[in-house]
């Protein structure tokens, strides 16, 4: 992906008055791609499998929010769909990648981008548990999202692969007003019975304050997250 897109339409005749192209070249995209970069025996850089989902994958809406100053923060995120063949029965898999996070000003500009480096898995039902809730309130941007959450050592937020629904870890990832990243840990698995559904939860009006419900067949459990 090359970067973003700010583009001014007019309401009335739909056509486009303006538009700002802002290039993906933040420093955190630069680390998650180095990162996952892989060399051979013979020394040559081989495709991986970070580089072999982005040929498959799409880029999907999640969220346009507007914080109190009038930027636009804008949610992308990589997912595509796999199967395969068990007996006479075909399984598809529902894959959610990276998570792109654009701030624009009211020019058009963008102010930062960030990508978390996120690998879940998951088919049916299990879906509402899977990607991020984003808010955003008093400059800084917030992603509530199930699975266990690392800060590496080059600096970004890192969701590792899960793609067993139960009893996840829920993490809030915080984006601060410069574009970096920090996390916390808001439920450890370890001390609840259920699963948070992510795509269900509901933001308030000014983003400070996220309901969201778990459940795990019988019990049920709402958590209130206020920022």
């Not at 999907?60 to 914080?67: G, M, P």
């Not at 009893?167 to 990243?181: A, F, H, R, Y």
Request: a negative charge.
């Amino acid at each position: 992906y090359n970067g973003a897109v700010y583009y001014t339409i007019d309401a009335k005749t739909l056509t486009v008055k303006d538009k700002v192209l802002s290039p993906f070249n933040s420093d955190i995209i630069n680390k998650v791609d180095k990162e996952s970069a892989v060399e051979g025996k013979d020394g040559k850089k081989k495709k991986n499998k970070k580089e072999e989902d982005k040929e498959k994958s799409d880029l999907a809406f999640i969220d346009l929010l507007e914080d109190e100053n009038g930027n636009l923060i804008y949610f992308v995120e990589e997912n595509y769909s796999s199967s395969t063949q068990q007996g006479s029965s075909t399984i598809i898999y529902h894959v959610y990648r990276d998570v792109y996070t654009c701030k624009f000003d009211t020019s058009g500009k963008a102010i930062w981008v960030n990508k978390i480096d996120k690998f879940q898995q998951s088919m049916g039902p299990h879906e509402k548990y899977m990607s991020v809730l984003p808010a955003a309130y008093k400059g800084k941007v917030y992603l509530l999202v199930n699975g266990p959450v690392e800060k590496t050592d080059l600096g970004y937020i890192k969701v590792l692969y899960n793609s067993n629904r139960k009893n996840m870890d829920l993490n809030v990832i915080q984006i601060n007003e410069d574009g970096s990243s920090d996390f916390k840990l808001i439920v450890d698995n370890k001390n609840t019975e259920v699963t948070y559904k992510i795509t269900e939860g509901a933001v308030n009006e000014d983003g400070s304050v996220i309901i969201i419900e778990g459940d795990d067949q019988k019990t049920k459990q709402i958590v209130k997250i206020t920022f």
